[in-house]
C-alpha cells in the first residue's frame, strides 16, 4: 500500500547500511510512492548493487541517480530534489 509521500536516500560509500535502509522500507506498514537513491559516486559496490535493487519488483517507484562526483549530502539532496 503506497501513500502520497516520497524518500530521498543519499549515500556514499555506506553499501551495508543502505541495504538495511531499503529492506526497513519493504517492511513499513505504510509504503512511499517511491525512493530516489542518490549514490554520490561510490566505490564500494553501490552502483551495483542499486541495479540489481532497482529490477526486484516492488509496490513502490524506484529511481537511482548515479552521480558522477561526490557532491556532499546537500548535493546530494539538491539533486534528488530536483528530480522528484
Known amino acids: 500500500m503506497g501513500i502520497d509521500i516520497g524518500v530521498v536516500i543519499v549515500t556514499y560509500n555506506r553499501l551495508e547500511k543502505l541495504k538495511i535502509s531499503l529492506d526497513l522500507f519493504n517492511k ?36 537511482v541517480i548515479n552521480m558522477p562526483t561526490n557532491t556532499g549530502g546537500s548535493g546530494g539532496f539538491y539533486k534528488g530534489l530536483q528530480y522528484a
Open 28 to 63: 513499513q506498514t505504510f509504503l512511499p510512492q517511491y525512493i530516489i537513491v542518490i549514490n554520490n559516486a561510490s566505490n564500494d559496490g553501490t552502483e551495483s548493487y542499486l541495479k540489481e535493487w532497482s529490477n526486484i519488483p516492488a509496490y513502490y517507484e524506484k529511481h
